[in-house]
């Protein structure tokens, strides 16, 4: 089911990353970031944080809208964690804790959690789940490690690395959705948008990423 009321989506993410993603998939977002405390989260459990934290983060946007009656408005909240070795890994804290980090990761795996909460400001109603990609780091020398830490990349993501940036070049490969580990499944969203009644096709914009004019096809 699709639907003829203008629709809206409002990320609650401050990260280029998602907003690249969902642009690049035909998708413009308005931005509005949450300015959530994520150490108000406790928990030992990545999928539980991960979920309550984009909860919060798309909570906190929807209470500062006010939906036109002539659209129809959505909110999406993401977070990202890594579950390596036991432990819940989110952005590092500064540049000597990504390097022990990945001097750690190097040759081995961890799962990278993804949590997202869309929120229908308009209905009042949400759908929300977790997608979960296994990693795998390439065994980097030292001198690549410092070189990647020195960049400023690793301390501004969850797990301290990238897959679209510089931090793709170490690593193996993965299993599951990459949009996971930017930080935002496309597959997860679409079926997301399906339990509100919605087609991913419905936030099509007319303009394609590469200038072209497409048809809306919601």
């Known amino acids: 089911m699709s639907t ?35 150490s ?27 939906p036109h009656p002539d659209e129809r408005t959505l909110v999406l909240g993401c977070d990202s964690v890594l579950a390596f070795d036991g432990e819940i890994l989110g952005k590092p804290a500064d540049a000597a804790d990504a390097t022990r980090r990945w001097q750690r990761m190097r040759g081995r795996s961890g799962v990278l959690h993804t949590g997202h909460c869309l929120l229908d400001a308009t209905h009042e109603s949400r759908a929300e789940a977790v997608a979960s990609t296994t990693v795998h780091f390439a065994d980097i020398s030292d001198a690549e490690i410092a070189a990647y830490v020195a960049t400023g990349e690793p301390l501004a993501v969850a797990g301290a690395f990238t897959i679209d940036g510089l931090g793709g070049a170490f690593l193996t490969g993965i299993e599951g959705d990459p949009g996971t580990v930017v930080g935002l499944s496309l597959p997860l969203l679409r079926g997301l948008l399906g ?13 394609a990423p590469g200038g072209q004019d497409i048809e809306h096809l919601g």
């Open 40 to 66: 108000q989260v406790v928990t030992d459990r990545a999928e539980e944080l991960c979920l309550e934290l984009a909860r919060l983060k798309a909570e906190a946007v929807r209470g500062r809208l006010r």
């Open 4 to 38: 003829s009321v203008p629709l809206r989506l409002v990320l609650a993410s401050q990260s280029p990353a998602r907003r690249k993603l969902l642009q690049a998939a035909g998708i413009e977002p308005d931005v509005l970031v949450s300015g959530v405390d994520e």
């Open 195 to 207: 339990e509100l009644g919605l087609n991913i096709t419905d936030l099509w914009t007319k303009v």
